[in-house]
């Protein structure tokens, strides 16, 4: 089974504060993403990485940034936390183009800035 | 980009009866749909798709129709069950592009017992 594990579940933070949500997937797929879930807008896309060290802004980058260093590892780093980025936060991967467009979700991450 | 529409926002059924989840999407070039289940405290699950070429798809208790002239696709649950009530996501994408999936905001369905 794909297994997609984002590391901390539940964090609350101060506004200003740095904040790194870690995402890892065992499956060596290239793609990986992250999204943020709120209630009636769906998922919306932060950032998404092809390969190591790639990555391309998705929807909504504006106070977010992304590292992949590794293929399997892709974290999230909000520089200076604000209220308006409490939210659930999906990572997602899926393999390569030619195999089809299964993306297989994490468990989320729910942050909370305060 | 693309734009994804979803209704209705919330959906509640009687055990047994079918519930229905519609889509519309804004971009032609669209030709892979996929729906998701999140359960409770759950990342989204693939529970079906469809692509392009083909108008329906069904597994079990699920189906999918997709109207490429009318650029909307839904999604049929017959025989609802409790195990049913989660919410659930559409999306659109162009595969030969990408896998940006631009997502619907959900609906949530509650299957009364």
């Known amino acids: 089974d794909v297994k997609v594990t984002q590391s901390s579940r539940y964090l609350v933070k101060r506004t200003g504060e740095k904040v790194f949500l870690e995402c890892v997937q065992d499956?060596?797929?290239?793609?990986m993403f992250w999204y943020r879930q709120d209630p009636g807008l769906g998922l919306r896309l932060i950032y998404f990485s092809y390969d190591v060290k790639m990555k391309e802004k998705g929807d909504i980058p504006e106070g977010y940034s992304v590292s992949r260093e590794k293929k399997e590892r892709f974290s999230l780093i909000l520089e200076s936390a604000s209220t308006n980025q409490t939210s659930m936060y999906l990572c997602?991967?899926?393999?390569?183009?030619?195999?089809?467009?299964?993306?297989?979700f994490g468990e989320g991450s729910w942050l909370t800035v305060v | 980009g693309e734009n994804v529409e979803q209704h209705p926002s919330t959906l509640s059924v009687q055990e047994g009866d079918s519930a229905v989840i519609k889509c519309t999407y804004s971009?032609?070039?669209?030709?892979?749909f996929p729906w998701y289940k999140q359960e409770l405290g759950k990342g989204p699950q693939l529970i079906i798709d469809?692509?392009?070429?083909?108008g329906e798809k069904k597994d079990q208790r699920i189906a999918v129709t997709l109207n490429k002239t009318a650029k909307h696709f839904s999604l049929h649950i017959t025989e609802t069950q409790p195990e049913d009530s989660a919410v659930y996501f559409c999306a659109a994408s162009r595969r030969s592009n990408d896998y940006k999936l631009s997502f619907g905001a959900g609906t949530t369905v509650t299957v009364r017992a």
């Open positions: 971009d032609s070039a669209s030709n892979y």
């Open positions: 997602a991967s899926t393999p390569p183009f030619w195999s089809g467009n299964t993306i297989y």
């Open positions: 469809i692509r392009s070429n083909v």
């Open positions: 499956m060596d797929h290239e793609n």
